[in-house]
Each structure stands twice: as C-alpha cells, then as structure tokens.
C-alpha cells in the first residue's frame, strides 16, 4: 500500500489516506460508508492518525487491506460519508510528512561512496570502523515538510544543498532488536531531503559535534509510506533494495545513485539503533546521501551552485515516488 499523512487545506490537521488508481481514500470516511453502505463496523477501529496505526501495525494493516479490497471496485468518485467525500484527485491534496509527528529521526550514514568523497574533501581517508558501525545523528524531528510543501530558506546560510536519500519507517517498536528480527519492524519506506546548511556545518563541526544547526530547520519526507509488500519484486540477488534514485533541480538532473549501493542495510540500522535503547512506532531511519546525491559531493561549480531562493528540487526514487519542494 501507499499510505500518506494528508489534508484538504495547509493548516488543516493531516488525516490519513492511501493511494488507489491516484486518487487519496481516506481512511476515516471510507470507513464510514462501508459502515452505512453495508452494516460494516469492523474498519472503524483503525486509529484516526498515522502513529496509532503504527502502534498497533500488524492488526491495522490488514484491516487497511481489507479496507481497501472492500472499496476497490466501488465508484469511490461520488461516495460520501457525513457530507464529505471518500475519496479526492491526488493532485488537489496538500501532502505533509508521512509521519507527521515521529518520535524521533535518526539519520545514518550508510552509502559507502558519499561517505569516501565526504571524508576526502575534508582530506580524510576512511575510517576503518565505519564499515563495522552504522553510524546516525539525531536529527529535528518537529519541523518536517510534506511533497509540495515551500521549505524555508535557512536565515544567515549562503551555502544550501539538498541530500537525496530514503529512510525506514519504524512500526510497533522495540528494544533491543536484533538485525535477524528487524524486518518486521518495518512498515514501509520513503524519499527523505535532508537539507543541509554547508556553512552552518562546517563551522559547528571544527568542534567535533553536529551537525545539528546544520540540518536544524527542516527535512522533507515523502509523498508516501510504501509498505514492503509493494516491494517484494524490487530486491536482487543480493538481498539489496534496487532502486533508481534520482534528483533534478530545476529540470536538470543533477544525482543519479541506487538504493543497491547501501552498505549498512536497514535491519543493522535497526539494531544499533535499539541496542540499550529503543525505537517507537513512527520513528524515522534516514539512509544516509547516496552517491552523487548532493552538491557537496559534486562539487557547487559542477552542479550550478548552491540551492537559491526559488529553486524547485524534485527528488524520485521508483516505486517510492516523487518529493518535490520549492524553496523560499
């Protein structure tokens, strides 16, 4: 399923939906009608918001599915339930986070090839023990755009760059959870833009800690969650996620990496993330940039320079979909 935290107006609560033929169902009033239509009461026990659902995972999914197989097939178009529609075009929805309010974000750095041209602009060579540790940041976990949502420049930056990646997206939580079990502590993956403020960076981090103010004013998540069984045909031989990733800014393309590249793989991610500690349902796991996947990496005079004011940065990851945001 394609899953999306989404609301009819910017400053209305999100509500929860799913993607069926491009149109957004909503979660709620689909309910609603079945319950009028046909003496169904079942499917309004699913939580109004996307955490509850996460909580309870195994359970609410397969009354999602359900959900979704009962209105398949029905002219969802013209259904309504208390006076509002069940389902709505995609493109007239505006999107938030996924997730609008995880517990936590945790951003690793698990793509070997950023990882060396990162080290080396700053005249580093690898660190052996990078491939024996997935190592993560917590990133601001409050301020967090949708697919189509403006992002704010960062005030006093002149020196912002985007950072193609995907994260994990943790359902039902846990402590201490081994990398064997932690597949089913995944409800589903999504494009993640963590912006980041080169200037801001830099400076913070000649004091060996950040990149906190770096990243502090905002990620962006999205369009969808996209739950693993919508990926059951996408892995190779290899037990690796193969999937495109692109990012262009204003129509040019300027990344262009693969999922396949990961080196340190969700489910060891999970586990130093949980060890002595725990994750919570909702929780985000960000990948890390993949190669190529900022201007950083590429350098500013290879890739036309910094993001500016107006720029259009449009990320695509197949079958996840397309994160676009402007920037103002």
């Known amino acids: 399923m394609k899953l999306l935290s989404y609301s009819k ?14 149109r957004v169902i909503d979660v709620v009033r689909a309910a609603m009608w079945i319950k ?5 009461s079942d499917f309004l ?7 509850g ?29 208390g006076n509002n529609p069940v389902s709505m075009e995609e493109r007239s929805v505006h999107f938030h986070s996924p997730v609008p309010d995880p517990p936590s974000f945790r951003d690793f750095y698990a793509f070997e090839q950023h990882v060396k041209a990162a080290r080396k602009l700053r005249g580093l060579e690898m660190n052996p023990l990078w491939y024996d540790i997935p190592i993560f940041y917590f990133s601001n976990h409050i301020v967090l755009y949708g697919h189509g949502n403006e992002v704010r420049y960062p005030q006093g930056s002149k020196e912002l760059d985007f950072e193609l990646e995907f994260a994990a997206v943790i359902a039902t939580g846990g402590s201490d959870i081994s990398a064997e079990d932690a597949d089913q502590f995944i409800a589903g993956y999504t494009i993640l833009n963590d912006w980041s403020a080169r200037d801001f960076q830099r400076e ?5 800690l950040g990149p906190a103010k770096g990243k502090d004013f905002g990620s962006s998540f999205g369009p969808y969650l996209v739950t693993p069984d919508e990926l059951e045909d996408a892995w190779d031989d290899n037990g690796k996620l193969n999937l495109r990733m692109t990012c262009h800014v204003n129509d040019k393309l300027i990344s262009d990496g693969n999922t396949d590249d990961l080196y340190h793989s969700f489910p060891t991610m999970i586990e130093r993330a949980s060890r002595n500690s725990s994750v919570q349902a909702g929780d985000y796991l960000g990948s890390g940039t993949v190669g190529t996947g900022c201007i950083l990496e590429l350098r500013p005079e290879n890739a036309g320079g910094w993001i500016q004011r107006g720029d259009v940065v449009r990320m695509e990851v197949e079958r996840l979909g397309v994160l676009e945001n402007k920037v103002v």
Do not use: C, H, Y
């Open 53 to 81: 659902i996460l909580r309870t995972w195994t359970t609410e999914f397969n009354r999602l599915r359900e959900l979704s197989d009962t209105i398949s097939g029905v002219g969802v178009e013209t259904l309504n339930a």
């Open 45 to 51: 026990k699913i939580p109004t918001t996307m955490r």
């Open 204 to 208: 913070e981090m000649q004091l060996n």
């Open 9 to 22: 107006n910017q400053n209305d609560a999100p509500r929860v939906g799913f993607l069926q033929n491009n």
């Open 36 to 40: 009028d239509d046909k003496n169904q």
